[in-house]
């Protein structure tokens, strides 16, 4: 097909000039039959033009197919009138002309057409074999001088159509090379090279077209995973190692994903499942199936890798597919799973959004409240249930925010583990604590909680005695009570630290038991002296029974353990029977005392001891 109309519009408007001349000037019958078809064909061939480029159907298509055919017989056409006219020996400036028009329409075809040189030079020699044999056929000298240069010319002619032809062919193909290289150079900046999912770029170039495909009876979900414990992974067995996991959970990601999503890795270790849902409980049971699969142990390069996953969703309804929002949101809950633990699933709320801002903001006043004096440690008194009279005292955190009031541990301590800041705070709370310790009676002990991020520090039991060395404190007289959440990660310094501490002297306490796994393996497996039975089982609203039945069996087991058995939370004289005859041998609650500055400590212990000296005076 002609890619240029505007040459095909020159030549055949040329044709049609040299036709219709010949008509008004010539007698001659062949050579007018000859101009009238050249003005025909001229015609034709515009209209085919029209219809090959604008027409999608059978016709176009025909036109298409028989183009070629039109421009070789319009080249045929012209040859023939040209070699007529030398024939006939018509009127000399109508010969010139003729001719003329054919040498440099055979000339014309041959640069233009190049990009189909068979036809090109099938044109060429349909154009100017006629008028060569017409040529010597007339036999006159300048004739055949004409009749050899025809030939020539063509032959002269088809050599520079097919160079043209084959560097116009080299530069189509470098052309399509360069398209399919740039092709592969967008899919590769859209793509994690490790896993093969969308890095964060693809995953926020398809997002779109997925959130578009939400349906009125459908809702958008975006699952957040984070992998835990893979900073780990890569630091224990190399970058390699860490590679492949990040594969294997791909591979159990993209089990997993429902028609129409995509799936996505972002910065190290997290993954984005967009997917459209059909319902809430879709939803979280997919988020179950995930966190399941996640939690499943993974052999890689002949280590056994224990690893899973915290998974953030937020949900998107119909009409307002807005993908930041989504994100945000998602992030967020994906924040709130983490806290939670591993293996742990949490869909996005509103009220997120309010505690991250409150979380921001303690964040960010944390750091100078322990310079500025905001913080004190409280002590609530621990009591032997047996004599009624205090055995020691458990340190809690308090913050005397200028604006905000008090703000007790459970808001703050949460955001100094997360930003690494309960190191230093922590440091801080066991030295004053310590020092306060020092100027009670030798038998008084002292209770300091620990979170699981300052056990893990590097040095830190060498921390601990350093802040008893400097109390002067008795390391017999430290109790460090632990969570469970402890040991959800089963880590070697855990060990040590314990075992060098109580080495010391230094005893531990299990916190809040039952609230956890409970796990009697713990209780066997690290040296602890003391099990806290949490206050829900104590003062909470599910109390009873069972309750009453379960604090007698954990009793029972610390008593025979040679175990102290201290009962949280006690609020009345009745919970402090119950305990007692359950078999609890210490206790801590309202009933006895808040928790309270180091002078009313002091004040609670001065009160305890005129109170003995009365009873002996008495008896
Ligand atoms: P915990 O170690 O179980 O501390 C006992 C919590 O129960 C304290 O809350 C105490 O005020 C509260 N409590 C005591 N008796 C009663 C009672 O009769 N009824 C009720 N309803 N509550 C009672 P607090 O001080 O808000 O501390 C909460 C948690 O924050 C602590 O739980 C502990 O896990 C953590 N925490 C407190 N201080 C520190 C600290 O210095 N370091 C670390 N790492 N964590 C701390
Ligand atoms: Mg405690
Ligand atoms: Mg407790």
């Known amino acids: 097909m002609h890619t240029r109309p505007i040459g095909l519009f020159t030549s055949a408007a040329c044709g049609m000039a040299a036709g219709s001349t010949t008509l008004a000037i010539t007698a001659v019958p062949a050579l007018r039959w000859i101009a009238l078809t050249l003005v025909i064909v001229a015609a034709a061939r515009v209209v085919m033009a029209y219809l090959a480029s604008e027409c999608d159907n059978a016709l176009g298509r025909t036109m298409r197919r028989i183009y070629p055919f039109g421009a070789l017989a319009y080249a045929a056409i012209i040859g023939l009138a040209a070699a007529t006219a030398i024939l006939h020996d018509v009127e000399q400036h109508l010969q010139i002309l003729l001719v003329g028009y054919a040498m440099t329409l055979g000339a014309g075809i041959a640069m233009g057409n190049a990009g189909r040189p068979l036809i090109a030079v099938g044109q060429m020699v349909l154009t100017f074999l006629p008028i060569s044999l ?185 009409g307002t597919p807005d993908l930041d929002q989504l994100m945000q949101n998602a992030g967020l809950a994906l924040y709130h799973a983490k806290v939670a633990g591993r293996h742990q699933a949490r869909f996005f709320a509103p009220s997120m959004t309010r505690d991250l801002a409150r979380r921001k903001e ?17 002590f609530q008194p621990i ?58 009676p030798e038998d008084m002990k002292l209770a300091v909680n620990l979170s699981p991020a300052q056990i893990s520090a590097p040095g830190a039991a060498l921390g601990v005695l350093a802040a008893l060395k400097e109390a002067q404190l008795d390391p017999r007289r430290l109790e460090l009570e632990v969570t469970e959440s402890l040991f959800v990660e089963d880590k070697h310094e855990t060990t040590v630290f314990m075992e060098q501490l109580a080495a010391e002297g230094v005893t531990f306490a299990l916190d809040d038991f039952g609230t956890g796994y409970s796990s009697l393996h713990y209780i066997n497996k690290y040296p602890f002296s003391t099990i806290k039975v949490d206050r829900s089982f104590v003062s909470g609203p599910a109390t009873g029974l069972r309750t009453e039945a379960i604090i007698r069996a954990v009793a029972e087991m610390g008593n025979t353990l040679g175990m102290e ?55």
């Not at 591979?251 to 809430?280: H, K, N, Q, V, Y």
């Not at 206790?587 to 009160?607: I, N, T």
């Open 134 to 318: 017409a040529c010597f056929t007339v036999g006159t000298m300048p004739l055949v001088v004409l009749g050899l240069i025809l030939p020539a010319l063509a032959s002269g002619l088809t050599y520079v159509t097919f160079n043209v032809f084959s560097s116009l062919m080299r530069q189509v193909r470098a052309a399509g090379e360069s398209a399919s290289l740039g092709q592969q150079m967008r899919e590769q900046a859209r793509t994690d090279p490790v896993t093969g999912l969308y890095n964060r770029t693809g995953f926020e170039a398809a997002a779109p077209a997925v959130l578009a495909c939400v349906g009125a009876r459908s809702q958008m979900a975006l699952f957040w995973l984070d992998v835990r414990r893979f900073k780990e992974v890569n630091d224990m067995y190399g970058h390699h190692t860490g590679d492949r996991v990040l594969c294997e959970i791909a591979t159990r990601l993209r089990a997993r994903m429902p028609e129409g999503s995509i799936c996505a890795r972002f910065g190290s270790d997290e993954f984005l499942l967009l997917a459209p849902m059909t319902s809430r409980k879709a939803i979280e049971q997919l988020a179950g199936l995930l966190c399941a699969d996640m939690a499943l142990p993974m052999r890689v390069d002949g280590h056994r890798i224990e690893s899973g996953a915290s998974i953030g969703i937020a949900t998107l309804c119909p």
């Open 362 to 378: 303690i964040e960010a006043e944390l750091r100078g409240a322990i310079l500025r004096d905001e913080l004190s440690i409280y």
């Open 565 to 619: 058995i201290v009962a949280e939370g006690l609020e009345t004289s009745e919970q402090v029977e119950a305990v007692r005859r359950a078999g609890c041998t210490l206790g801590q609650g309202f009933h006895f005392s808040r928790a309270v500055p180091e002078h009313l400590a002091l004040r609670l212990l001065e009160e305890e001891r005129c109170m003995a000296a009365r009873v002996l005076r008495a008896g």
């Open 383 to 440: 009591m032997d249930l047996s004599t009624g009279r205090i055995r020691g005292f458990e340190a809690l955190v308090r913050w005397f925010h200028p604006d905000k009031g008090e703000l007790l541990p459970d808001e703050f301590i949460p955001v100094a583990e997360e930003t690494g800041l309960i190191i230093t705070l922590g440091n801080w709370i066991t030295r004053t604590a310590a020092r306060a310790c020092a100027s009670w």
